[in-house]
């Protein structure tokens, strides 16, 4: 099985960066590929970001490209979301997953418990 905890949220004023990080566990995980998803004030929860097992195919919900990165480090077993010129938009609790496919959270096996990300205009 695979655990996940998600570090790195705060509160920041628009326009700066923040990079979330992702660590797993369990001997599968560098296997599987990850997701991010986010749910914010009064909405529903939405994809942001999918990254291949190997870290070379990477897909972005279109509020996020060319703001949002993401890359992973196997040997680490870590997973990251870098966000630049964030927006308030962008405030919500962001969630790593791992064990589905693409944009669909439904598929994903695995979930994080989320870490809050606030930014102020």
């Known amino acids: 099985q695979v655990q996940l905890v998600e570090s790195g949220g705060g509160l920041v004023q628009a326009g700066n960066s923040l990079r979330l990080s992702c660590a797993g566990s369990?001997?599968?995980?560098?296997?599987?590929?990850g997701g991010w998803f986010r749910q914010g004030p009064g909405k529903a929860r939405e994809f942001v970001a999918a990254i291949s097992y190997s870290g070379d195919i990477t897909s972005f919900t279109d509020s996020v490209k060319g703001r949002f990165t993401s890359c992973r480090d196997n040997p680490k077993k870590m997973v990251y979301l870098q966000m630049n010129s964030l927006k308030p938009e962008d405030t919500a609790v962001y969630y790593c997953?791992?064990?589905?496919?693409?944009?669909?959270?439904?598929?994903?096996?695995?979930w994080g418990q989320g870490t809050q990300v606030t930014v102020s205009s």
């Open positions: 369990g001997r599968t995980f560098s296997a599987y590929e």
């Open positions: 997953a791992a064990g589905g496919i693409g944009r669909t959270a439904q598929t994903y096996a695995y």
